[in-house]
Nanobody, 123 residues
Framework: QVQLVESGGGLVQAGGSLSVSCAAS????????VGWFRQAPGKEREFVSA????????YYADSVKGRFTISRDNAKNTVYLQMSSLKPEDSAVYYC????????????????WGQGTQVTVSS
């Protein structure tokens, strides 16, 4: 069993930076790939980024590639998403999720989800 709690969301101006964190409980957390998804009002939840359990592989949606960086610290049971050059269209609730499966961009492959943290980018 893994429990996930996101933090670090907030309001930032366009072009600014923000970092969100995903803290996990459960001693097996380090065995999970962790993904970030986001959902804007009226839109479907979409894949943003993921990191393998060792941190050796990272994945990004085209829309955030080059602007977002995912990392993890297994000693702290935490995954980070550093977001820079933020745009108003990045505004959404950001969710972290954990999976042992390989299809990291597919929401249905994830077994555990956090409650989400709001990120708002003003123009």
């Amino acid at each position: 069993q893994v429990q996930l709690v996101e933090s670090g969301g907030g309001l930032v101006q366009a072009g600014g930076s923000l970092s969100v964190s995903c803290a996990a409980s459960g001693r097996t957390f380090r065995r999970y790939t962790v993904g970030w998804f986001r959902q804007a009002p009226g839109k479907e939840r979409e894949f943003v980024s993921a990191i393998s359990w060792r941190g050796s592989s990272t994945y990004y949606a085209d829309s955030v590639k080059g602007r977002f960086t995912i990392s993890r610290d297994n000693a702290k049971n935490t995954v980070y998403l550093q977001m820079s050059s933020l745009k108003p269209e990045d505004s959404a609730v950001y969710y972290c999720a954990a999976t042992v499966r390989l299809a990291v961009a597919e929401m249905v492959q994830y077994d555990y989800w956090g409650q989400g943290t709001q990120v708002t980018v003003s123009s």
